[in-house]
């Protein structure tokens, strides 16, 4: 036991000795080896790092890349679609443009035809109408020869006393002929029949001439007769269509009887306009269907005149029914006479407002337009009231050269008839009656 504790005891003052010498000097000693395994260690993970973070990049490149290709494969696509939609617009747009050319060319065929045919109605109806005023002269030049070879020959019986039964005759013809020389017939009973046989002729003759004592035109002035209102009843819209000179007849749009006004217009060769409906400054006024209204856009506007001329047209032009609040609003106006102006097609300005925009729009845009520059025919509904406006009529066209007036279908009880019993006497004093479209009143 003593033994073992002395070893025991001379172990562990060893060992305090070595780890006092060790404390004492501060060296560690690490083996060379071990230094080369941890460097490599180091190097590998350093490596193992690099080598990651660097796909990691390459990665993120490459996604980027795709990303940035794919945008630009979008752009192009984007871009040739847009280009193909431009490209189709302007297709679009060049066939459009092309089938209204079309379609204003054959609108133009088709009025020049109307116009030719017209003319030639008219022509004939005047032609027919100096054949008949020849033969009535011719008539009444043959009464008028009768009527004085009647009284020349009266006094006969009476001569046959103191001459010759073949001479007698002769010499009562003479004065009879030359009224100068009546003083040379004795007084007899069968001077009164002489007289009165002249006078008697005389009116006959003169009285187309002196029934209304109009003026005698000046300026080679034009009657424009233009008739509203059309479409509402076929029986009224005859009267006018008989007439034997020329006139101009609206036709309001999506009434009963209006396509068939409209056909019927066309076929008698008068001139043929829309009535287009639109709103009154009273709003309590309707103006019917396919009116123009304040509360509508362009696209409405147009949606709305092309309905009502596809149903009426073929027309020459189109005016206003009612209307004084949209003709005071420049912006609605001017879509209503680009519309006219691309569809070939003229405007009439009834004026129902004074405060009008009409003139003003058409020469900013440098378009034409017509306008009533006269009377309307029928707002007192007599027929001496239209005579009565028929001769203030006449003052504006001798003044004017030109006078456009208005009336209405629905006068169809009395109008035609007067306008028939003026119509010999302003043919007589050189009044020229022309339609809408044939007058001189268009305004640039």
Known sequence: MAQKRTSRTKTTAKSRRTQKKRTKKG????????????????????????????AMNQRDWDKQQTILEEQKKEEARKAEEKRLKLEAAEKQKKAEALKKEEARKAEEKRRAEEKAKADKTRAEKEKAEKALEAKKQAEIAAKKKA??????????????????PAVTPKKEEEP????????????????????????????????????????????????????????QNLAHLQKFLDLPFPITIAVL?????????????????????????????????????????PNMDEAQIKATLF??????????????????????????????????????????????????????????????????????????????????????????????????????????????AALMEVYPELLEKGYKFKTVSECRGLKR
């Open 253 to 293: 749009p999506q009434l009963a009887h209006s396509k068939e006004s409209a056909a019927k217009v066309r076929a008698s060769g008068k001139e043929l306009m829309l009535h287009q409906p639109m709103q009154a400054i009273n709003t309590g006024v309707n103006p019917g269907p396919g009116a123009i209204t």
């Open 147 to 164: 009527d004085e070879k009647k009284s020349a020959t009266k006094p006969a019986p009476q001569a046959d006393k103191t001459t010759k």
């Open 307 to 416: 309905k009502n001329i596809s149903e009426i047209g073929p027309i020459a032009g189109f005016n206003n029914h009612e209307g004084s609040l949209i003709t005071a609003d420049a912006e609605k106006m001017e879509t209503v006479l680009k519309y006219a102006s691309e569809n070939g097609i003229y405007f009439l300005d009834s004026r129902t407002n004074v405060n009008t925009t009409v003139p003003a729009v058409a020469s900013a845009l440098g378009l034409s337009y017509y306008e009533r520059n006269g009377r309307f025919l029928d707002n007192v509904k007599t027929r001496d009231n239209v005579v009565a406006e028929i001769r203030k009529n006449l003052d504006i066209a001798n003044r004017d050269g030109v006078v456009i007036m208005i009336g209405h279908i629905w006068s169809a009880d009395f109008m035609p």
């Open 176 to 231: 009879v002929r030359t009224p100068n020389t009546e003083t040379k017939v004795p007084a007899q009973t069968t001077e009164g029949p002489s007289k009165t046989t002249v006078p008697s002729t005389s009116p006959a003759v003169s009285a187309p001439a002196s029934k209304f004592n109009f003026p005698q035109a000046k300026n080679g002035a034009q009657l424009v007769i233009l008739l509203d209102d059309g479409g």
């Open 27 to 54: 060296k560690v000693y690490i083996a060379p080896y071990k230094i080369i395994i941890l460097c490599a260690a180091i190097i590998a993970i350093c490596m193992g790092l690099l080598v990651v973070t660097t």
